[in-house]
Nanobody, 123 residues
């Protein structure tokens, strides 16, 4: 499956952005999806994941209560709604697809990766 992330940009602290990840090539609904991010000079880290039918979601503690992951299988798209953004949320955000059902915080369980979209939060 090919993944194309979009929606990044520059936003002030406290603002919101919605990232999108469009999938093509295989049956999107067969894949759990995740969002990861990598800040400058840091390792890539888990942000959120959603199961293949959307009924299971989980989040990193750092974003819980501020970010929401969702998916629209009819549109082959997964979203990450980011509210109350903080400067420490600045990173390149990647979407990823997993053959697993529920998704995972472990990046090694993902089989497909998008190219990343940059989110910059100014203070």
């Amino acid at each position: 499956v090919q993944l194309q992330a979009s929606g990044g940009g520059l936003v002030q602290a406290g603002g919101s952005l919605r990232l999108s990840c469009a999938a093509s090539g295989r049956t999107f609904s067969n894949y759990a999806m995740g969002w990861f991010r990598q800040a400058p000079g840091k390792e890539r880290e888990f942000v959120a994941a959603i199961g293949w039918r959307g009924g299971i979601t989980f989040y990193a503690d750092a974003v819980k209560g501020r970010f929401t992951i969702s998916r629209d299988n009819a549109k082959n798209t997964v979203y990450l709604q980011m509210n109350s953004l903080k400067p420490e949320d600045t990173a390149v955000y990647y979407c990823a697809g997993s053959r697993g059902i529920a998704g995972s915080p472990n990046e090694y369980e993902y089989d497909y990766w998008g190219q990343g979209t940059l989110v910059t939060v100014s203070s």
